[in-house]
């Protein structure tokens, strides 16, 4: 109630604030580098990345210090890490169900997933976003096989430099409800647990658009998401270890 009592007072300000954002915030390029490949030695680990901008790494100088690249630097000493990127810039969680669902299935043991606040931009409400990433998990685990999705909790949109106010107070008081309906739905008792983000975003720590991570956002998102699979499919976890040691279909 709140939320919409503020969009009908502000609504002519919070559209003018955003049509100024997307017109003077600079487009950042999603980085070069491989978005698939293989490291480590170990049992075989196969792991997607997939959802939007920060998923494709936008704030890092390449792949290596992106999210893909930090959580396959950290699987790695313990894992034949064989890992794949599927995430674009603008994508929300519709798009990713959409895009997933027309490309060739290829099999997967976790998926850590990177998505919301394109919805948030979107107008997207908490029950339709939660119930969209359900249909997400679910296309996860019947499609592509994974055992094990690490769903990204929405950053700290209302620290997010390149917004100005109220603008900012509005998406992040958005962006709130859609991760706490987020966290609330998990773990749904089929692989799927919720990573809170953790810490906090200032200008020093975000790319240069002062919308996306940088690099150290990115090596401490990869190294949480790494610990919660490294607890899931390490040795202490029979069924795991097994399903991780057989080649793809």
Do not use: C
């Amino acid at each position: 109630m709140k939320l919409a009592l503020a969009q009908a007072a502000l609504g002519p300000l919070l559209l003018a604030q955003g049509r100024r954002v997307r017109r003077t915030t600079p487009v950042l390029p999603e980085p070069p580098g491989a978005r698939e490949g293989e490291a480590g030695e170990g049992p075989l680990l196969r792991v997607l990345v997939t959802g939007d901008s920060a998923g494709a790494g936008v704030g890092a100088a390449s792949q290596e210090e992106a999210l893909a690249g930090r959580l396959v630097a950290q699987l790695a000493p313990r894992f034949r890490v064989r890992w794949r990127v599927v995430a674009k810039t603008g994508a929300t969680t519709a798009s990713t169900i959409r895009h997933l669902s027309r490309l060739e299935a290829f099999a997967v043991d976790v998926a850590v997933t990177s998505l919301g606040v394109n919805d948030v931009t979107g107008a997207v409400g908490p029950a339709k976003f939660v119930a969209r990433q359900a249909v997400l998990h679910a296309l996860l685990r019947e499609r592509f096989g994974a055992r094990q999705v690490v769903v990204s909790g929405l950053p700290p949109v209302h620290a997010f430099p390149a917004l100005p106010q109220p603008l900012r107070w509005y998406l992040g008081a958005r962006a709130r409800e859609l991760d706490a309906a987020l966290a609330a739905s998990l773990p749904d008792g089929q692989g799927a647990e919720f990573l809170p983000f953790d810490g906090s975003l200032d200008r020093a720590s975000m790319a240069s658009d002062g919308f996306h991570p940088g690099p150290a956002v990115y090596a401490a998102w990869g190294a949480a998401a790494a610990a919660r699979i490294s607890r899931k499919f390490g040795p202490g976890d029979n069924d795991g270890a097994a399903a991780t040691a057989q080649e793809p279909k």
